[in-house]
């Protein structure tokens, strides 16, 4: 049976700090998988961790992440001009290394590192797409603990 053709897949985590290495698709993390802050939050960071087929290596691949409430709308902050969503984009692309099998996967990584945020309680999620499809993971504001 021959194998199926294997799509981009990837995964959202939220950490304290990030920082990508796309020479070598890793993503060195601080304080990785937390699902609760307080407001306002602390510095943080969404790695995002892709998986692409050989057959997509050299094509550029849009990339686009935003903030989200519990309602599923768009979290926005005032800035310049009236408020402003909270969302970033990019391209990703992958090259193929030579001798790389026929159907490998080719691992890419993208990371944002975000500023504290003033976000009222309750319920929130990242949201990314890349290449069109779409991953997400939330996280509860919660009132911060003292002493």
């Not at 897949?9 to 993390?29: E, N, Y």
């Not at 310049?80 to 992958?94: K, R």
């Not at 999620?125 to 504001?141: K, L, M, P």
Request: hydrophobic share 45%; charged share 20%; net charge negative.
């Amino acid at each position: 049976m021959p194998l199926t053709k294997p799509k981009i897949a990837f995964k959202i985590i939220l950490c304290d700090a990030a920082q990508a290495d796309p020479s070598t698709g890793k993503m060195h993390m601080l304080g990785a998988g937390w699902t609760m802050m307080g407001t306002p939050t602390s510095p943080h960071a969404v790695a995002i961790m892709v998986q692409v087929p050989w057959d997509r290596a050299n094509e550029k691949l849009p990339v686009r992440i935003e903030l989200l409430d519990g309602d599923g709308k768009s979290v926005e902050i005032p800035g310049d001009g009236g408020s402003q969503p909270i969302h970033g984009e990019a391209e990703l692309e992958v090259g193929r290394p030579p001798g790389v099998a026929h159907g490998s996967l080719l691992s890419a990584v993208f990371a944002l590192n975000v500023a504290p945020l003033p976000l009222a309680l309750g319920r929130y999620e990242w949201r990314a797409s890349v290449a069109g499809d779409t991953a997400a993971e939330s996280f509860q504001v919660v009132v911060r603990q003292t002493g």
